[in-house]
């Protein structure tokens, strides 16, 4: 996606467009640094999830790829960015980002860390699901035990204040009903 064609579908007066330039400029700035060693093919989605993502407020590759305003078919956008996300995050660009949260973060930094579970009671499709304890649902004295899976995430609080996360993981096991 290029500059020109971000502002062709967003005819606004002067100091928007400084404003979107702006912003477009930075994200391009922040996904360089993580993306510099690697091919162009991987630096561009880097710089076209990270967009696509913010400017549509969802993690629907359909509503990604309505945001990036290319000449291909939707279906096309969608089909590349979900071959490039089914590769998994690239280890050259996670290194770049650690270093760079590293970098942003005090020296005794603030880190939280979040044990969670994700219930999916009405669906089926997932590829795994495990038993989890609803946490909305359950009480001290009662464990509501439901089809999802477990989620932990760690953040970690930079000197600017805004939280960066640093893991991610996704598990899947069985507790028993």
């Known amino acids: 996606m290029s500059f020109r ?3 062709q579908f967003y005819p606004q007066p002067y100091f928007c467009v400084r404003i979107l330039s702006t ?3 930075e994200i391009l700035n922040f996904t360089n640094k993580i993306s510099a060693e ?11 999830i990270t967009y696509g993502l913010l400017a549509s407020g969802s993690c629907l590759l359909t509503d990604v790829a309505g945001k990036l305003h290319e000449d291909s078919k939707k279906i096309n956008i969608v089909d590349r960015l979900s071959c490039h996300l ?3 995050i690239p280890t050259h660009a996670l290194h770049s980002y650690l270093s760079l949260i590293r970098k942003q973060a005090p020296k005794s930094p603030v880190v939280h860390i979040d044990d969670s579970d994700v219930v999916k009671p009405c669906t089926y499709r997932f590829k795994v699901l ?3 304890r609803d946490g909305s649902e359950s009480t001290k004295t009662k464990n509501v035990i439901k089809k ?4 932990t995430e760690a953040t970690v609080l ?3 204040g805004h939280p960066a996360s640093i893991f991610s993981k996704v598990w899947f096991f069985n507790l028993q009903p």
């Open 23 to 25: 912003t477009f400029r």
């Open 38 to 48: 690697l091919p162009k093919p991987e630096r561009k989605f880097a710089a076209d």
């Open 86 to 88: 089914s590769k998994g």
């Open 158 to 160: 930079p000197k600017s």
């Open 148 to 151: 999802g899976y477990h989620v």
């Open 130 to 132: 495990c038993n989890v």
């Open 5 to 7: 064609g971000f502002i």
